[in-house]
Each structure stands twice: as structure tokens, then as C-alpha cells.
């Protein structure tokens, strides 16, 4: 008789048990799949279009450049990208920067924000160093990318800003327009 009574208490505390885990999972997915992340942020393309060199002292070399920043959500929520910055390096000496405005990314999905940018007169003192790193096929630029807006999911933004920094060091080929190699940090 006792042991018919253990045996029938012990099938409700299981039951509960099992219970408290299934909604247990159900709360830990949910607050994954429903929890907000900042964007993934990826440099695409970055491309010399032109070159531009002017052979009368001061000598300086102009550069027509492209870049393509792949803007990745990985959040249920869509973004609007508020500003979109990408400012470019040679040799540690800043060129410039592209800023778009007003960009919007669906729940899990992407955008590609592209930007073209001209930069006048290279200093002298680069642009030796740059007419051979042309000539060799290799020219190492370091481009910063920053992202700042708001999420919102259908028709209601949240008060949430977000903000996500990248940094590569990118090398490029200019006779072929393809990045060779790419080392990002994503900074917070």
C-alpha cells in the first residue's frame, strides 16, 4: 500500500517539472529570437575608380573612389539607419569620409549603402609611396564604418538607439577591383 502511494505522488511532481522546463526553453527562445543586437556591419567593395595625377609642383595625386557597406539585421526588428558613416585612411593619414542618410533594414534582412568619394590632393609625401603600391597591385587603406539609428517593429519605433563601429584594415587590388585581403574589428 505505501509503495502504490510513492509511486502516484511522484507522477504530478514530474508532470510539474516537465511544465516549468517547457516553459522554461519556450521564455530563453523567445528572449532570443524578441532581444534586440546591433547590426552586422560588412565592407563589401572598396575600388579606386580613377587616379588622378597632377605632374606641376605641388605634385598630388586625386582619388575617385567607391565603397559598398553590406548592413546586416539580425534582430526581428526593422532599423533605420539614422547615419551611416565610412571614413578612409592611407597610411595612417585620413583621406576623407562618405555619409548617407535615411536608410531602412527590414527584420532579418540586409541593405547595401553605397557611397562614391573624391579625395583631392594626396599629400606629397604619400604619393610616392602610392604610385608603388599601384604599381605593385596592392594599395592597404583602413576604413571606419559607423551606424547609429533606431528599431522598431511594425508601425512603432522604439526609443532604443543603437550604434555599431567597424574597423578593417583592407587590402585592395586596383587593376581588378577586388579586395585581397580584410581584417574588421567590430568595435562597441
Avoid at 582619388?63 to 565610412?86: C, I, P, S
Avoid at 508601425?155 to 585581403?181: G, M, R
Wanted: proline share 6%; net charge positive; aromatic share 10%.
Amino acid at each position: 500500500m505505501a509503495k502504490a502511494l510513492l509511486s502516484i505522488s511522484k507522477q504530478p511532481r514530474r508532470h510539474c517539472c516537465l511544465k516549468f522546463l517547457v516553459i522554461l526553453l519556450v521564455c530563453a527562445a523567445s528572449g532570443y529570437i524578441l532581444w534586440p543586437s546591433d547590426p552586422e556591419l560588412l565592407i563589401e567593395r572598396l575600388l579606386v575608380r580613377r587616379v588622378k595625377m597632377h605632374p606641376i609642383p605641388p605634385i598630388g595625386v586625386d582619388l575617385f573612389m567607391a565603397v559598398t557597406l553590406k548592413v546586416r539585421n539580425r534582430a526581428m526588428y526593422w532599423m533605420e539607419l539614422l547615419d551611416v558613416d565610412v571614413g578612409i585612411r592611407y597610411r595612417g593619414k585620413k583621406l576623407g569620409h562618405v555619409e548617407k542618410e535615411g536608410w531602412h533594414v527590414k527584420g532579418w534582412g540586409f541593405a547595401h549603402v553605397d557611397g562614391e568619394m573624391e579625395f583631392n590632393s594626396l599629400p606629397p609625401s604619400e604619393v610616392a609611396h602610392f604610385l608603388e603600391d599601384l604599381a605593385k597591385g596592392r594599395v592597404p587603406f583602413h576604413a571606419v564604418a559607423e551606424v547609429a539609428g533606431q528599431l522598431g517593429f511594425f508601425v512603432f519605433t522604439f526609443p532604443v538607439n543603437f550604434k555599431a563601429i567597424l574597423s578593417c584594415e583592407i587590402l585592395i587590388n586596383p587593376k581588378d577591383h577586388s579586395i585581397i585581403s580584410q581584417h574588421c574589428l567590430h568595435k562597441d
